[in-house]
């Protein structure tokens, strides 16, 4: 199997809107800090960056959920592989996923997570594929809208291939 991969996001459009999100998020909790929540594994090269460009004072946690496999579909079945190491109760909470798209993952994660009383909950996703939705999920800040394509690249995979591309990329198979 051959995969054609073309550029959709450059590295460079991707690292500007990360400032701005950054910048808006250090400004939305000046004098507080945040505890980032990253869903593994293609959250987390968003996460890093995002965290690295914030100006206060960020601790990080991990979950592992998924609906994919090594398909380019969603499944519907979703899978909790890696809990929290640290409790959320009585924390600003950022969760930060890095796609998204029927909708079933993130609103599933978001009512465990609404479970556990953070002081506040926002979500923050680089990327929004609406054209899927099945699950209306309300997101605080998105990086790009983009089109219902299957997409690699920046830490999103392919049968965990492709995650270390350093901008977003729709990928064609040909066989």
Same mark, same amino acid.
């Given at each position: 199997?051959?995969?054609?991969?073309?550029?959709?996001?450059?590295?460079?459009?991707?690292?500007?809107?990360?400032?701005?999100?950054?910048?808006? +998020?250090?400004?939305?909790?000046? $004098?507080?800090? !945040?505890?980032?929540?990253? !869903?593994?594994?293609?959250?987390? /090269?968003?996460?890093?960056?995002?965290?690295?460009?914030?100006?206060?004072? &960020?601790?990080?946690?991990?979950?592992?959920?998924?609906?994919?496999?090594?398909?380019?579909?969603?499944?519907?079945?979703?899978? /909790?592989?890696?809990?929290?190491?640290?409790?959320? @109760?009585?924390?600003? !909470?950022?969760?930060?996923?890095?796609?998204?798209?029927?909708?079933?993952?993130?609103?599933?994660?978001?009512?465990? +997570?609404?479970?556990?009383?953070?002081?506040? +909950?926002?979500?923050?996703?680089? +990327?929004?594929?609406?054209?899927?939705?099945?699950?209306?999920?309300?997101?605080?800040?998105? $990086? /790009?809208?983009?089109? @219902?394509?299957?997409?690699? $690249?920046?830490?999103?995979?392919?049968?965990?291939?492709?995650?270390?591309?350093?901008?977003? $990329? &729709?990928?064609?198979?040909?066989?």
């Amino acid at each position: 199997m051959s995969d054609t991969i073309s550029v959709l996001i450059s590295e460079e459009q991707i690292d500007k809107r990360i400032q701005e999100m950054a910048d808006q +998020l250090s400004k939305d909790y000046r $004098g507080r800090s !945040v505890h980032m929540i990253c !869903v593994l594994k293609g959250g987390v /090269f968003f996460m890093t960056e995002l965290a690295k460009k914030m100006r206060i004072p &960020v601790t990080l946690d991990f979950l592992s959920v998924s609906s994919y496999g090594n398909s380019t579909d969603s499944s519907g079945k979703i899978t /909790f592989g890696k809990d929290l190491d640290e409790p959320i @109760d009585g924390r600003n !909470v950022i969760l930060v996923e890095d796609i998204l798209d029927s909708g079933r993952t993130l609103s599933y994660v978001i009512e465990i +997570l609404k479970e556990r009383n953070p002081q506040s +909950l926002k979500v923050v996703t680089l +990327l929004d594929k609406p054209d899927r939705r099945v699950v209306d999920v309300d997101v605080d800040m998105t $990086g /790009f809208a983009i089109p @219902d394509e299957f997409v690699v $690249g920046y830490g999103l995979d392919y049968a965990q291939k492709y995650r270390n591309l350093p901008y977003i $990329g &729709v990928i064609t198979s040909a066989d």
